[in-house]
Structures are given as C-alpha cells and as structure tokens.
DNA sequence: CGGGATCCATATCGATACTG
DNA sequence: CAGTATCGATATGGATCCCG
C-alpha cells in the first residue's frame, strides 16, 4: 500500500520534510553545495548575510536529515567540509530551479508588489 | 547587463523572493491550488494545521507577489476564490517537485535521522 | 578554523473575539 | 463565508564570548 501520510496532513513526516527544505537558508546552503565539498567559513562567506549560529543549525539539521555530509581533516587549524550526500544531490535540481526562478522572475514580483501597493494607498 | 544582484547577496531583491517561496504554507498553499480556484476555507480544511490567521497572511502576500490572485463573488454569503496567476504558474512545477520529493523520500530523511540521533546516543 | 553556549530582541504563531 | 484585530506564548535570529 501507499504511505498513509501526505504533504497536506499535519504533523506527518512529509509536512516535517517539507518543513526543512522550505527554509530559505536551507535552500541557500544545498545550492552552494552542488558544486563540490565547501568549507564552513568559505559557505559563511559566500551567503551573505548568514550568521555562524543560523549555519550551524542549518547544517547540523541538513546532515541528520542525509542530505550533507560533514568530513573533518586533522589539520591545524582544523578543517571541516560540507558536500551533498547521494540524497542531497537528488535535490538539487529543484532547490536550484526555486533559486534560479527567484532571480528570473525578481522584476516581475517586484512590479507586481508596486502595483499591490498602489491600489492598496489609492483606495 | 545581468542584475546586479543574486541569490547569495544579502538584503537584495531576488533573497527576498526566495525567502517568500522558501515558507511551507506558501509551497502547500501554491500546491493545492494547482488544479485550478479553491476558496478561502477549501483551502483551510485541505491544509491540515494551518490556521486562520497563517492562511490569510499567506495569502496576502502570495497576492502581492502577484502569484496568487483574488477574486470576490457577490453571493450571500460572499465568496473568494484564489487562483494561481499566469507568473504563479511558472512556478508550480518547482513546487510540486518539492513537496513530491518530501512525501517521496521521507523515509530515507527518517532512517536518516535515526541513525544519526544513534551515533549521537553511542557516542 | 569551526564551532558551542549564552543572552536578548524580535518575529511568528495559535487562540480568541468580532465584523460585513 | 471570509476575513481583521488583538494578546500572549514560543520559536527564531543576531551578537557576543569562549574553546580545542
């Protein structure tokens, strides 16, 4: 039989998946990601705006949920990589299609946020 | 030129889109109203846990970003109806994708997590 | 370098009450 | 039916300090 569970029933493993990936973070971390292993202060970097804490979590979450894996290499200083794990990576193609459509299609909320507002201020 | 902007710059445009799609009630929401116009409290019992005031918000700011449209029918009581736009529909098949993918790999996500709270307790 | 621990401001959400 | 307004609990995030 199917899963007795769908996207659409509260408190199921599905919405708790969903939960996860619908994260903006989240999404930003597995697209900078697909391109091979990253280093912690190297992601940190590269999203801007992202605090060490949030990352932290982020990835913490992303790795028990198999989507990144974490290797650690006993150099000095230590250094720690991120990559996509085999699941992560079937992710990919959607994580990026939302972050691609986002640039894509920028002017056209933005234009459509200005004329929301404008019929909102003249009425 | 290209936009000054992408994904990864903080406080930009295009970040404050994905944070808009990047939100579970936004991606069930966008989900359910694929097969065509649902109304207000269709959409509140077909989302399992979603309360009145999250749906409303939702809602309103999906309108805003011009994915979603409104329409008011002068019936007694009155009716609304919610819509994906034609810019909304471009995005449905990331949508759909996503919310798939959950319900599709949830139970690798959740040996996942097992295992991972195992070497936790081991360790 | 790669974090964990803590404190605090703010955002978010659920519950409730009320309206056209 | 389809909301808005308000209040209180809670979750989330940023800033800071510290450590191996």
Redesign the interface.
């Known amino acids: 039989m199917q ?1 007795a ?7 199921c ?3 708790m ?8 973070w ?3 971390i597995l ?2 990601l697909q391109d091979g292993p990253v280093r912690f202060n190297h992601i940190r970097r ?4 992202i605090s060490q804490k949030v990352l932290s979590q982020t990835l913490r979450r992303l ?5 990144v894996s974490r290797s650690i290499f006993p150099t000095v200083p230590v250094t720690v990589e991120y990559a996509l794990t085999p ?1 992560g990576s ?2 990919t ?2 994580i990026s ?3 691609h ?3 894509k ?2 002017d ?6 200005h ?3 404008q019929t909102r201020d003249a009425g």
Not at 5 to 11: I, L, M, P
Not at 63 to 67: I, P, S, T
Not at 108 to 113: G, I, K
């Open positions: 899963h569970y769908n996207v659409y029933e509260d408190r493993p599905t919405r998946v969903l939960d996860r990936l619908a994260d903006k989240a999404v930003l697209d900078r590269d999203i801007k705006g790795e028990r949920d198999g989507l699941l079937t992710l193609d959607t299609a939302l972050s459509w986002a640039e299609n920028m056209a909320v933005l234009a459509a946020q004329a929301y507002d």
